[in-house]
């Protein structure tokens, strides 16, 4: 197993009252699994896949990465994190002033050099097909661009998990068919992804459907 989680809860608290999100909730997931999570919007799909991907700590329960607790300590935590997560999320927060090929490189240069960075960055773009954008910047790139763009600035450290909440809720029709095709690929790869949806459609390209309900 490359992830798993072992009996998960969270709750929130809001005021006086306590939000239920998860409770005793198990998973596993092999090394190249495509897992879809699907669920109302409230149901908990993106605290499930902040707490699975080390951005948020359960309340209670353990989440495993090759065998190991990632909440163990927070320097380990880091170190997963930066070399073996990527995240994408619903907007791409890619930086304005950067153009698409620094805006993949920098997250690069913590674990190598500045030029390996750039071949990387410039490797990962070529294979998504932007090589004729990698000098625009983001308002010069579609919104398809850009989330592809964002893609590749989370696999410049080679992630062995890649987590998606929502890529594609902000693209219209074509432009989320065209970043599917890109998970769909990099899955291919070898690639295990979370992928986040509330799209019956877009969830059916993964190989298994996780589907979660409010509590
Ligand atoms: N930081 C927070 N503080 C309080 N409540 C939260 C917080 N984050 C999420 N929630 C609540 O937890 C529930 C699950 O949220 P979320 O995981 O974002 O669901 P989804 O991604 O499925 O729409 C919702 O009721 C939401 O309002
Ligand atoms: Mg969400």
């Not at 909730?25 to 993106?46: H, I, L, N, R, W």
């Not at 495993?64 to 935590?77: S, V």
């Not at 500045?114 to 070529?126: M, Y």
């Not at 989320?176 to 509330?198: C, D, P």
């Amino acid at each position: 197993m490359i992830l798993e989680a072992k009996n998960l809860y969270k709750n929130y608290t809001k005021g006086n009252s306590i939000i239920k999100v998860l409770e005793n909730f198990s998973f596993e997931m092999e090394k190249g699994d495509f897992v879809a999570v699907v669920g109302p919007s409230g149901a908990g799909k993106s605290t499930l896949l902040h707490i699975l991907g080390g951005l948020e700590k359960p309340d209670d329960g353990f989440v495993l990465f090759n065998g190991e607790n990632i909440y163990n300590n927070d320097k380990n935590l880091d170190n997963i994190r930066n070399e073996h997560f990527g995240f994408v999320f619903q907007f791409h927060y890619l930086l304005d002033d950067f153009t698409a090929l620094e805006n993949v490189a920098i997250p690069g240069m913590i674990n190598g050099s500045e030029k390996d960075a750039f071949e990387r960055a410039r490797d990962i773009l070529a294979k998504m097909g932007l090589e004729s954008r990698i000098n625009h910047f983001p308002k010069e790139l579609s919104g398809g661009e850009q989330q592809r763009v964002a893609i590749a600035r989370a696999l410049i450290n080679s992630p062995s998990v890649l987590f998606a909440d929502e890529p594609t809720g902000n693209l219209d029709k074509d432009n989320s068919k065209i970043v599917i095709e890109e998970f769909k690929r990099l899955n291919a790869e070898g690639l295990s992804i979370i992928l986040v949806t509330h799209d019956e459609k877009i969830a059916s390209v993964a190989k298994r459907i996780l589907r979660v309900e409010k509590l």
